[in-house]
T-cell receptor, first 110, second 111 residues
Framework: GENVEQHPSTLSVQEGDSAVIKCTYSDSASNYFPWYKQELGKGPQLIIDIRSNVGEKKDQRIAVTLNKTAKHFSLHITETQPEDSAVYFCAADYGQNFVFGPGTRLSVLP | DGGITQSPKYLFRKEGQNVTLSCEQNLNHDAMYWYRQDPGQGLRLIYYSQIVNDFQKGDIAEGYSVSREKKESFPLTVTSAQKNPTAFYLC??????????FGEGSRLTVL
């Protein structure tokens, strides 16, 4: 069945360092992979996404890479800031619905 | 501004009571979704609807019911049959193969 794994579950980095979160998916039918940021008590917000026809996408300090052969994709945050602290979710789109990873709690230490 | 509005933000329920969570969107999106989020966990799909007057069960539909009488509205009823309803509930919508847009959530607590 459809499944998305996400690692690590928690991640602490020093301010200014980079953070990397990795996801793998089980069903190769998916062609769209979004990343969401969720702050405490709020709904998830889309921060970046990638479709299967590209291997990398970048938006300022955030980038996503996709390896369709290996069925994994990663979120890269450079020059981390305290406001990057949140829970991050990856997801895979299977047409009618999304399957989400379990989330990564990122803490950026000042 | 266009968006998704969930209400109430906080809700308390006594055991045995049904409660209904509201979700309204003015984005003109066809598809709408309800997810449940437990502390420290990911999002699990309860129900989704691709068009008006049609909806499908997700992974954890037992104890929940929905309706889709209007494109803008997708209310979720948490029935007394849901044995562990305390959770954070998120409504979302999307158009075709576009991004999934979330509301701010409703936190339900059973007393």
């Amino acid at each position: 069945g459809e499944n998305v794994e996400q690692h690590p579950s928690t991640l602490s980095v020093q301010e200014g360092d980079s953070a990397v979160i990795k996801c793998t998916y089980s069903d190769s039918a998916s062609n769209y992979f979004p990343w969401y940021k969720q702050e405490l008590g709020k709904g998830p917000q889309l921060i970046i996404d990638i479709r299967s026809n590209v291997g990398e996408k970048k938006d300022q300090r955030i980038a996503v890479t996709l390896n369709k052969t290996a069925k994994h994709f990663s979120l890269h945050i450079t020059e981390t800031q305290p406001e990057d602290s949140a829970v991050y979710f990856c997801a895979a789109d299977y047409g009618q619905n999304f399957v989400f990873g379990p989330g990564t709690r990122l803490s950026v230490l000042p | 501004d266009g968006g998704i509005t969930q209400s109430p933000k906080y809700l308390f329920r006594k055991e045995g009571q049904n409660v209904t969570l509201s979700c309204e969107q003015n984005l003109n999106h066809d598809a709408m979704y309800w997810y449940r989020q437990d502390p420290g966990q990911g999002l699990r799909l309860i129900y989704y609807s691709q068009i008006v007057n049609d909806f499908q069960k997700g992974d954890i539909a037992e104890g929940y019911s929905v309706s889709r009488e209007k494109k803008e509205s997708f209310p979720l009823t948490v029935t007394s049959a849901q044995k562990n309803p305390t959770a954070f509930y998120l409504c979302a919508s999307r158009v075709n193969t576009g991004e999934l847009c979330f509301g701010e959530g409703s936190r339900l607590t059973v007393l």
